[in-house]
């Protein structure tokens, strides 16, 4: 049961794809391709918002899985396996295309993202109207440091638990509870009240 | 399993089975949660506060369009194949990649040539055309051929009245972050509001934007002109750029803001986009719904205005110290806003006119 526990359903599926395409399977491999990028995609969006080295960087990455296919693990976390190998990827084309050579990961100070995602031509709309919660809740949620940003994608968007949170990030567990815990209580700080209960 | 009775708001967002019963709704955790929403009815507060944090939470994350997604999931898999191909010596394969190559570049020149037979503005529909066929397949189109209008739903739950001889096209399903129609004729929309994702509408001259409101778009393809009415809410108004190109609409074409009564028309002669006050206009729709009675008692004049700024969401100019001194008394019922204005005039010695969508009053003033 606790093993199941971090393979939602589909990862099943997934884990099955991820047997065929090292077996040369190109159907499963597209399939996969097209069951994960969006993921992938959106969790590239909490540390650049270039879009375009996101999109490079996934090709290389999917191109590089299917050259490598003989050789890569065999995994039942097929989910976890592609976001850690994206997040090393793109940590390392993001080092490499700043100016700041020196910068470690820790210190890494990320591009931000924009807090507003509507071009400036839409900013009359917002003025208009009772700013909705759900563009509030964006505002927020890019708001959060870094780190916290990424943990609560990888809650909320993905619903990794815990466990893999960790594993993905390389850090302890309990920092994962840590992080959650302060961006809720962010969150909580500059939201309105009727969001939560 | 978990005692939810003892859930707060925080155990809720961070339980997987609750995540899955929102983000995926299976009939198993459906029935799951039913049952016990039903047996503990005192919860259903915190439990739909926490169903809509996490599906809000899952939607403001998402930043990929349905489009990219295709077009990069397409390019991976022409890559792969391109890397693919050297390591196999079969001909056929080798020779469908040049067919392909080939393809492509005949289809490259295919489409340039299309881009420049159809770049041409004098071609009335070009862009409505180009789009339907760009996108065949993935666009629904609803002719209305009938003698009466026609109620179309789009996949949003936003109501199209579609007039007589138009015809729309809308995707089959919208993108998470616009959603786009094109139309040719006229039609009345009322649009679902969704501030993530804004609603477009194209015509060959104009293009609407907007998030959630109601208005008309008049585009008939052998029309001079072409216009945008307001009935709620707000709504941009901007040239469609001869080229069609849909992303690079509004970032540098002028938008006129328009709120409700005003409307905006284009003249195919001049390409003139102007904004005015619509013949008739009608009282705004919040206003307590039925037509409102006006009663006024020596009431100041500057009051009146403001009075019918707020009923008809207009704005009115005048010099109130010049009014100061005058008073109305008068009973309003169902008279136009132009016959009110006509009385409020003839009883106070001014006249008025529409300038850009905005009343102004010129008075000598009462004593």
């Known amino acids: 049961m606790m093993g199941l526990q971090s393979v939602p359903g589909d990862e099943q599926i997934m884990a099955q794809l991820w047997t065929r395409f090292k077996a040369d399977d190109e159907q499963a491999f597209d399939q996969l391709v097209q069951a994960r990028y969006r993921v992938l995609f959106n969790y590239g969006t909490r540390f650049t918002k270039d879009r375009d080295l996101i999109k490079d960087c996934l090709q290389?990455?999917?191109?590089?899985?299917?050259?490598?296919?003989?050789?890569?693990?065999?995994?039942?976390?097929?989910?976890?396996?592609?976001?850690?190998?994206?997040?090393?990827?793109?940590?390392?084309?993001?080092?490499?295309?700043?100016?700041?050579?020196?910068?470690?990961?820790e210190t890494f100070e990320w591009e931000t993202i924009p807090t507003e995602e509507l071009p400036a031509d839409n900013q009359w709309i917002d003025d208009e109207i009772v700013v909705s919660t759900e563009q509030s809740l964006q505002q927020a949620v890019n708001q959060l440091p870094k780190r916290q940003q990424e943990v609560v994608f990888l809650k909320f968007y993905q619903g990794l638990t815990h466990e893999d949170i960790a594993q993905v990030m390389d850090i302890e567990k309990q920092t994962v509870s840590n992080f959650l815990y302060r961006a809720m209580t962010q969150l909580r700080a500059m939201l309105p009240v009727r969001l939560f209960y | 399993?978990?005692?939810?009775?003892?859930?707060?708001?925080?155990?809720?967002?961070?339980?997987?089975?609750?995540?899955?019963?929102?983000?995926?709704?299976?009939?198993?955790?459906?029935?799951?949660?039913?049952?016990?929403?039903?047996?503990?009815?005192?919860?259903?507060?915190?439990?739909?506060?926490?169903?809509?944090?996490?599906?809000?939470?899952?939607?403001?994350?998402?930043?990929?369009?349905?489009?990219?997604?295709?077009?990069?999931?397409?390019?991976?898999?022409?890559?792969?194949?391109?890397?693919?191909?050297?390591?196999?010596?079969?001909?056929?394969?080798?020779?469908?990649?040049?067919?392909?190559?080939?393809?492509?570049?005949?289809?490259?020149?295919?489409?340039t040539l299309a881009f420049y037979y159809w770049y041409t503005p004098t071609t009335p529909i070009a862009i409505y055309q180009r789009t339907v066929e760009q996108q065949a397949g993935t666009l629904q189109e609803v002719e209305n051929t009938s003698n009466a209008s026609q109620l179309v739903r789009l996949p949003d739950g936003s109501k199209v009245t579609l007039y007589k001889g138009s015809r729309i096209s809308f995707p089959r399903a919208f993108t998470s972050q616009q959603r786009e129609v094109f139309l040719v004729g006229e039609a009345f929309f009322d649009i679902v509001r969704r501030p993530k994702q804004p609603f477009m509408v194209y015509t060959n001259q104009l293009t609407t934007k907007v998030l959630g409101t109601s208005f008309t778009v008049?585009?008939?393809?052998?029309?001079?002109?072409?216009?945008?009415?307001?009935?709620?809410?707000?709504?941009?108004?901007?040239?469609?750029?001869?080229?069609?190109?849909?992303?690079?609409?509004g970032s540098n074409e002028p938008a006129l803001i328009l709120?409700?009564?005003?409307?905006?028309?284009?003249?195919?002669?001049?390409?003139?986009?102007?904004?005015?006050?619509?013949?008739?206009?009608?009282?705004?729709?919040?206003?307590?719904?039925?037509?409102?009675?006006?009663?006024?008692?020596?009431?100041?004049?500057?009051?009146?205005?403001?009075k019918l700024e707020a009923v008809f969401g207009i704005v009115i100019n005048y010099d109130a110290e010049l009014l100061a001194g005058c008073e109305l008394t008068a009973e309003f019922g169902s008279e136009s806003l132009f016959e009110k204005l006509d009385l409020i005039c003839r009883a106070t010695d001014s006249t008025y006119e529409v300038i850009d969508a905005q009343i102004v009053v010129h008075s000598k003033g009462c004593r």
């Open chain 1, 60 to 105: 290389d990455l999917f191109l590089e899985l299917w050259n490598r296919r003989a050789v890569i693990v065999e995994t039942p976390y097929v989910t976890i396996y592609l976001i850690k190998a994206f997040r090393n990827n793109l940590f390392r084309r993001i080092r490499r295309e700043t100016v700041r050579p020196h910068a470690s990961e």
């Open chain 2, 218 to 249: 008049r585009a008939y393809r052998d029309d001079k002109e072409a216009k945008v009415v307001v009935r709620t809410g707000k709504v941009s108004v901007f040239r469609t750029p001869p080229s069609g190109k849909l992303s690079e609409m």
């Open chain 2, 259 to 306: 709120t409700p009564n005003q409307q905006a028309t284009y003249q195919a002669s001049d390409r003139l986009l102007e904004r005015s006050l619509v013949a008739l206009p009608e009282p705004l729709m919040n206003s307590a719904g039925q037509p409102q009675t006006l009663v006024f008692d020596h009431t100041p004049v500057v009051s009146v205005f403001e």
């Open chain 2, 1 to 111: 399993m978990p005692d939810y009775r003892n859930y707060s708001f925080d155990d809720f967002i961070l339980d997987d089975r609750f995540r899955d019963w929102v983000l995926e709704n299976s009939p198993t955790d459906q029935a799951f949660w039913n049952e016990w929403l039903q047996m503990n009815p005192d919860k259903v507060d915190v439990v739909l506060a926490a169903r809509q944090f996490v599906s809000q939470m899952k939607q403001v994350q998402e930043n990929l369009s349905d489009e990219e997604l295709a077009s990069e999931v397409a390019r991976i898999q022409i890559n792969r194949r391109k890397i693919q191909e050297p390591n196999q010596l079969q001909s056929p394969k080798r020779f469908r990649v040049w067919a392909q190559i080939a393809a492509a570049i005949a289809l490259i020149g295919l489409s």
